[in-house]
């Protein structure tokens, strides 16, 4: 695979009617993978090195990004899922890579602005749910 550009990795939100609108103005975007881990360690180790018990941690995601506001309508979905606590599908995108969808729920919203400078957005999701993972084609 080759290089890929940080710009064409997209956050996107379902906007109610089943269709993923781009979180517009987004300058960075990111997406973290999690597993806690189930230690089963006892006296009876071997060379007292932990052991962990196989596929017994939740998993989860959280998707981040900042960018400049514009206010734009997908913006305004998501400031409107953060207010009502409403748990929604959302969409990261990495192109020639895949597609991570699922339920997450905006956990942090903040604006900023220096007086000489844009305006700018920073935004939390956090999973609520199983995600689905599908390969580009």
Known sequence: MAAQKGRQ????ADDGTGTFATIGGMRSK???FNSE?????DSDSANQWREL???AGIKSASISGSGVFKDSASEEDVR????SGAIEEYQFIIPDFGTVEGLFQVSSL?????????A????QFESAG???WTAAV
Do not use: P, Q, R
């Open 9 to 12: 990795i997209l956050i996107k």
């Open 30 to 32: 990111s997406i973290s």
């Open 37 to 41: 881990t189930v230690d089963v360690t």
């Open 53 to 55: 018990l196989e596929g």
């Open 80 to 83: 409107g899922y953060f207010f």
């Open 110 to 118: 903040e604006y900023a602005g220096e007086y000489n400078a844009e």
């Open 120 to 123: 700018t957005f920073s935004m």
């Open 130 to 132: 199983e995600l689905t």
